[in-house]
């Protein structure tokens, strides 16, 4: 016996979805569940606050449930063109706002309990937080986007790609030079 492809099961169970949301438009709740976590770390980390990540989820799915009719694979994954939506979405909050991006405002979701009673250990994560913030504020928009998309979003290399317009071997390249001048950077004192 053959063993099934995972990526292969997982697609033509999303184009069942897909198609099931094409035409009972209720169905499309499945999708939303399945995407609304990521999608919302995505927006999160591109956002000010908790509650323009919110809005800016919510413009995604209201916009990704009225051109689902429209929607064609074309060897664009679902989670690709989503993220597509999410990205400008962001992208247009931008030019109204025109606001910078603080990364102090890292989404909470993505830091680790602060259940530790240690005086000491909470200082000594503080500053490390501190410090990765401060060498994740020096990066570009494009690297930022990236990481975001990678971490924020959990996009593959080839999903990312696929967002961004890029082949997966040029976004893995990428990927894998910001993360190591961060450790670099982070590990110089």
């Known amino acids: 016996m053959l063993p099934i492809d995972s990526d292969y099961a997982v697609e033509s169970d999303e184009a069942a979805l897909i198609e099931e949301a094409r035409i009972n438009p209720l169905a499309f709740d499945t999708l939303y569940r399945?995407?609304?976590?990521?999608v919302y770390r995505y927006l999160r980390a591109r956002s000010e606050s908790d509650e323009d990540a919110a809005d800016l989820t919510q413009q995604v799915f209201l916009h990704a449930f009225h051109a689902l009719p429209?929607?064609?694979?074309?060897?664009?994954?679902?989670?690709a063109w989503l993220f597509q939506i999410a990205r400008h979405a962001v992208t247009?909050?931008?030019?109204?706002?025109?606001?910078?991006?603080?990364?102090?405002?890292?989404?909470?979701a993505?830091?680790?309990?602060?259940?530790?009673?240690?005086?000491?250990?909470?200082?000594?994560?503080?500053?490390?937080?501190a410090r990765l913030q401060t060498l994740l504020a020096k990066l570009d928009?494009?690297?930022?986007?990236?990481?975001?998309?990678?971490?924020?979003?959990g996009l593959s290399s080839s999903q990312i790609a696929a967002v961004i317009g890029k082949s997966p071997a040029a976004v893995k390249k990428q990927l894998t030079r910001i993360i190591a001048n961060l450790k670099e950077q982070y590990h110089e004192r």
């Open 70 to 79: 429209g929607y064609q694979q074309r060897g664009l994954p679902f989670a």
């Open 34 to 38: 399945r995407y609304l976590a990521r």
């Open 141 to 153: 928009a494009r690297q930022r986007e990236l990481l975001a998309l990678r971490f924020a979003a």
């Open 110 to 129: 993505l830091e680790a309990a602060q259940d530790e009673q240690d005086p000491e250990r909470i200082a000594l994560r503080q500053e490390r937080l």
């Open 92 to 108: 247009d909050s931008y030019r109204r706002r025109r606001a910078a991006l603080s990364w102090d405002a890292l989404p909470v």
